[in-house]
Every structure is written in structure tokens, then in C-alpha cells.
């Protein structure tokens, strides 16, 4: 059975705004909690807010206004640092366009956080190899990203997610540049990491591939609501 576990993230009423005062609020107030082995799915239509909201849980970018705790800490308490730290060691990303560096090759875009963690070695070599090798691209080590197909670039981007062994993983979009049976391969490489300890948040339009979390939280001109028939116009 599924069972819930602590919080790893709570929001309390967080905002968002582009800009100077007048401008319009592109989060409105959301509260939310994913807990530490949770897989959810963020839907809503383009426009919604749901790349701010996954802007600001994955520290890339500040709420106007609202609490952030992560793992229990108010995030507003942190400094640059701390923050940079926090987001390069607990939190894994998998975008929609990949953004592998195109003239490291395949182990080296995966290893790329932990040289940015400072802590590379020899050693870690192996790691990324065996994480190549469980999405099903160790044979791919030496070849640069254009020498990939869409579905191989994401499978190194996941690999590349799940180097530092984060606490969560957000994936913005992850098959929006994939056709229909990539897409099925890249979901269940991505359902195989929520669980012991790592939650997913999965931003995502479409439905089918909602499907893949175990539940779903729909987001709504910048006010998360229950209920599918909100994304009619989808
Ligand atoms: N950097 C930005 N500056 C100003 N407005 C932005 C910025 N990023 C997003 N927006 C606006 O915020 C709203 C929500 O955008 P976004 O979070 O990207 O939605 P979604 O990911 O659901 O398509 C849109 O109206 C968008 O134009
Ligand atoms: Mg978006």
C-alpha cells in the first residue's frame, strides 16, 4: 500500500508577481505539501503559473510573499549560499528541452552537478555510469548529446537528475518535445524514482501523462483547485 510520509515541502499562501507592484500576481496563494516519497502531478493549462510555482520550489526563483519550508526549515531564513546549496544537493531537474552541454559528452553531462557541488572524483565516474546504465544508455558514455535522439538526451537528463541522490526531483514538461511512444518510455523511466526517501513533482498539460503520478494537483490561474473539469479547455 501507498502510505504518505512527513512533509518534505509545505507551502502556506505563497505569491508570486513579475515585476513592479502593479503588476499582476501570477500565484495567488498556494498552499500545497508533497511528502517525501510523493509522485504528483501539477496540471493546468499554458499560462497557468505552473513553471513560477515549480520556479520557486526548486529555489530558482523567490516567492513575493508566503512560507517556504523545505524538509521543515523556512527557506526565507537562508542566504544565497545556503540556498545554492540546498538546491544543488537536495533537488534534481528534468526539463523539457534537456539542456545538456553540447560539447561534454554523455558521463560528463551527468557528473556536471556534482562538479558544481565541488565534490568531483575519479571515482564518481562509476556512479554516473551505473545510472546511465539503469535508464538504459551505458552504452552511450562517449557520445555528445547530438549524436542522441530526444528520448536518449532525457534519459541522460534523468540520469544527470538523480547524480547527487536528491530529496526531490522536478520535471518541467519532461516529454513535451517527444512523440507518443517516447514519451511512454521517458514516464515509466520517471515513475521508477519517487519512493525511499525522494519525492517527484511532475508539471504537466497532458493527462496521460499525469497518469503516471499518484495524484494530481490542478493549478488554475494561479490558485490550485480540485477537480479535472477545470482543464476542459485543455
Ligand atoms: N519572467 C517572467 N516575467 C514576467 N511574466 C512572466 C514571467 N514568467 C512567466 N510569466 C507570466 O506568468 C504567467 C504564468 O506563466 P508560467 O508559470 O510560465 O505558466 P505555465 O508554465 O503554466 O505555462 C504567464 O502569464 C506568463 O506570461
Ligand atoms: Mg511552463
Do not use: W
Request: a negative charge.
Amino acid at each position: 500500500m501507498y502510505v504518505r510520509h512527513r512533509p518534505l515541502i509545505k507551502l502556506v499562501n505563497i505569491t508570486k508577481r513579475y515585476g513592479s507592484e502593479d503588476a499582476p500576481f501570477v500565484l495567488k496563494g498556494i498552499d500545497m505539501e508533497i511528502a517525501s516519497n510523493d509522485f504528483v502531478a501539477l496540471r493546468g493549462v499554458s499560462g497557468s503559473g505552473k513553471t513560477t510555482l515549480m520556479n520557486i520550489i526548486g529555489l530558482l526563483d523567490n516567492p513575493t510573499a508566503g512560507n517556504y519550508y523545505f524538509n521543515g526549515d523556512d527557506i526565507s531564513d537562508m542566504n544565497d549560499d545556503s540556498l545554492s546549496v540546498l538546491r544543488n544537493k537536495r533537488v534534481g531537474f528534468i526539463f523539457q528541452s534537456f539542456y545538456l552541454i553540447p560539447y561534454l559528452n554523455v558521463v560528463d553531462n551527468v557528473l556536471l552537478p556534482r562538479f558544481y557541488s565541488g565534490e568531483h572524483m575519479g571515482a564518481e565516474k562509476e556512479r554516473a555510469v551505473m545510472l546511465l546504465d539503469e535508464f538504459g544508455m551505458a552504452d552511450k558514455c562517449k557520445s555528445k548529446p547530438s549524436e542522441l535522439s530526444g528520448g536518449q538526451q532525457q534519459r541522460v537528463a534523468i540520469a544527470r537528475a538523480m547524480i547527487n541522490n536528491p530529496d526531490l526531483i522536478l520535471a518541467d514538461e519532461p516529454t513535451g518535445q517527444l512523440d507518443s511512444a517516447t514519451s511512454q518510455t521517458i514516464m515509466e523511466y520517471i515513475a521508477k524514482l519517487p519512493g525511499k526517501g525522494r519525492a517527484v513533482l511532475l508539471v504537466t498539460h497532458d493527462a496521460q501523462t499525469a497518469g503516471f503520478a499518484h495524484r494530481t494537483v490542478y493549478i488554475q490561474d494561479g490558485l490550485l483547485k480540485a477537480g479535472e473539469d477545470l482543464l476542459r479547455e485543455v
